[in-house]
């Protein structure tokens, strides 16, 4: 069974800095294209990013130049390094990705079960 484990949230003042992670973990055989999401309080999920099994990266508007994801392909993580955070930041962080396990020919999305940041002073 695989699973993403998403850590890294917090509480962080403008300004500030914060690196999420999702690890993730079970027969893996491959993961591809990954991608990082939010969502604040009474607003729907918004797209943050995304990074493909050989390193681009894609980024929405709202965070490009702040925002960089980057990927362990050994560690079968990806991080989402967030820097210059404002308190429109503030939301709950997932992942999810493309992954294949072992023995088996198909690619299935998993998610990961969310991180709350909060940018406050």
């Known amino acids: 069974q695989v699973q ?3 850590s890294g ?3 962080v003042q403008p300004g ?3 690196r999420l992670s ?5 027969n893996i055989f491959k993961i591809y ?3 990082w999401y939010r969502q604040a309080p009474g607003k729907q999920r918004e797209f943050i990013g995304t990074i493909t099994s050989g390193g681009s990266t894609n980024y929405a508007d709202s965070v ?12 079968n993580t990806v991080y989402l390094q967030m820097s210059s955070l404002k ?16 023995g088996d020919t198909n690619v299935y999305t998993y998610w990961g079960q969310g991180t709350q940041v909060t940018v406050s002073s």
Request: net charge positive; charged share 15%; hydrophobic share 30%.
């Open 4 to 6: 993403l484990v998403l």
């Open 9 to 11: 949230g917090g509480l």
């Open 16 to 18: 500030g800095s914060l």
């Open 22 to 26: 999702c690890a993730a973990s079970g």
């Open 33 to 35: 294209s990954m991608a």
């Open 64 to 75: 490009k130049g702040r925002f960089t994801i980057s990927r362990d392909n050994a560690k």
């Open 87 to 102: 308190p429109e930041d503030t939301g709950n962080y997932s992942c999810n990705g493309g992954v294949q396990s072992m």
